[in-house]
């Protein structure tokens, strides 16, 4: 079945520094891709979106990469601050059904 | 104010005492589904819906029904509770138009099955 591939599983960085997150995903057929974060004892919320037309997206602080051909999509986090700090999830779609898979999840820890 | 609403947000039952998880959403959305989070295996798909009447396993559906008989709202059913059971649910609703985005998520419910 489809499978959503997220590393590192934990990831440690001085606050300044910029921090990336890997997603594979095994459905050539997923056209969307969003990224949540999600803070400790909250919900996961949406950050930040892309769509299989397009490969990179930007807002602010934050960005995503597609790579169709290699079926990989990343997240950029430049300038972290410890507010950054919180569990982040990729996940991929396809069309207009409503499945929607989850990678594990990346603990992102941002130290002062 | 545009929400997912899920209740309650905890709930201890014992095995095999049938319980239903509520789910309403405000924001007109066509699709709605459920997931389940436990620790290092991240949000799994349990139930996800279309619109009225159109419902779809996702990648962990046993034990569990769903009905979506209403827009709005979309419980989540388990008939006989199991242990295996226990884990953070969270429903979640997302606007249609032809082609889904992210998903809203409610607050989440913490279900223990002893």
């Known amino acids: 079945g489809e499978n959503v591939e997220q590393h590192p599983s934990t990831l440690s960085v001085q606050e300044g520094d910029s921090a990336v997150i890997k997603c594979t995903y095994s459905?050539?057929?997923?056209?969307?891709f969003p990224w949540y974060k999600q803070e400790l004892g909250k919900r996961p919320q949406l950050i930040i979106d892309?769509?299989?037309?397009?490969g990179e997206k930007k807002d602010q602080r934050i960005a995503v990469t597609l790579n169709k051909t290699a079926k990989h999509f990343s997240l950029h986090i430049t300038e972290t601050q410890p507010e950054d700090s919180a569990v982040y999830f990729c996940?991929?779609?396809?069309?207009?059904?409503?499945?929607?898979?989850f990678g594990q999840g990346t603990t992102l820890q941002v130290k002062p | 104010e545009a929400q997912v609403t899920q209740n309650p947000r905890y709930l201890i039952t014992v095995t095999g005492k049938k319980l239903t998880v509520t789910c309403s959403q405000n924001?007109?959305?066509?699709?709605m589904s459920w997931y389940r989070q436990d620790p290092g295996l991240g949000l799994r798909q349990i139930y996800y819906s279309m619109n009225v009447e159109v419902t779809d396993k996702g990648d962990v559906p046993e034990g569990y029904k769903v009905s979506r008989k209403e827009k709005r709202n979309f419980p989540l059913i388990l008939e006989s509770p199991s242990p295996n059971q226990t884990s953070l649910y969270f429903c979640?609703?997302?606007?249609?138009?032809?082609?889904?985005?992210?998903?809203?998520f409610g607050s989440g419910t913490r279900l223990t099955v002893v």
């Open positions: 979640a609703s997302s606007s249609g138009g032809g082609i889904i985005s992210g998903y809203t």
């Open positions: 459905d050539s057929a997923s056209n969307y």
């Open positions: 892309i769509r299989s037309n397009v």
């Open positions: 924001m007109n959305h066509e699709y």
């Open positions: 996940a991929a779609s396809k069309g207009n059904t409503g499945k929607l898979i």
